[in-house]
């Protein structure tokens, strides 16, 4: 089945500068990729995804870039604030014995630090 | 999460008993799913639905128990068999995108 690995488990960074998570995946036939944020005690909220068949999206300071030579994309946070600090899930899908299931990588916990 | 409630927002288990979470939504949407959530994991699928009266098993089932009677209704049974019950249960929904989920607030299961 599809295994999906996220890195940094953990990252930090001052308010204003840039974040960048990456995930890799393994199977060549998943063809959607959603990010989800999730706030501590609260289920996660879908912020961008993007398709196999396009290699860069964006929404005002989140962008999502997919590279599917290499299996892998990015999430990519500009400008960051305090309320970003959150975990963020990226997750890969493609049909399968499981329907539309999503597979998760395991999770970054991004602190946002005024 | 609008349109997707879980009940209760936290649920004590007592050794040997079988609890019932709840997960219903409005928004219309065909596909109903059930993750779980343990520290520091990602989430996990344990059963999901893509059409009434039908669901299929994820990839750990074991210990759980559907039903989809309605299409706005998919209630998960954590029973007696399941060992260690104790996480963050999620719900989530899909509709005519289908590989687009939308998930719920999650039910808290504790073992007294």
């Known amino acids: 089945g599809e295994n999906v690995e996220q890195h940094p488990s953990t990252l930090s960074v001052q308010e204003g500068d840039s974040a960048v998570i990456k995930c890799t995946y393994s199977?060549?036939?998943?063809?959607?990729f959603p990010w989800y944020k999730q706030e501590l005690g609260k289920g996660p909220q879908l912020i961008i995804d993007?398709?196999?068949?396009?290699g860069e999206k964006k929404d005002q300071r989140i962008a999502v870039t997919l590279n599917k030579t290499a299996k892998h994309f990015s999430l990519h946070i500009t400008e960051t604030q305090p309320e970003d600090s959150a975990v963020y899930f990226c997750a890969a899908s493609g049909y399968s014995n499981s329907g539309y299931a999503l597979n998760f990588g395991k999770g970054t916990s991004l602190l946002v630090t005024p | 999460d609008g349109g997707i409630t879980q009940s209760p927002k936290y649920l004590f288990r007592k050794e040997g008993q079988n609890v019932t979470l709840s997960c219903e939504q409005n928004l219309n949407h065909d596909a109903m799913y059930w993750y779980r959530q343990d520290p520091g994991q990602g989430l996990r699928l344990i059963y999901y639905?893509?059409?009434?009266?039908?669901?299929q098993k994820g990839d750990i089932a074991e210990g759980y128990s559907v039903s989809r009677e309605k299409k706005e209704s998919f209630p998960l049974t954590v029973t007696s068999a399941q060992k260690n019950p104790t996480a963050f249960y999620l719900c989530?929904?899909?509709?005519?995108?289908?590989?687009?989920?939308?998930f719920g607030p999650g039910t808290r299961l504790l073992v007294l």
């Open positions: 989530a929904t899909s509709g005519s995108a289908r590989e687009t989920q939308y």
């Open positions: 639905s893509q059409i009434v009266n039908d669901f």
């Open positions: 993007i398709r196999s068949n396009v």
């Open positions: 199977d060549s036939a998943s063809n959607y």
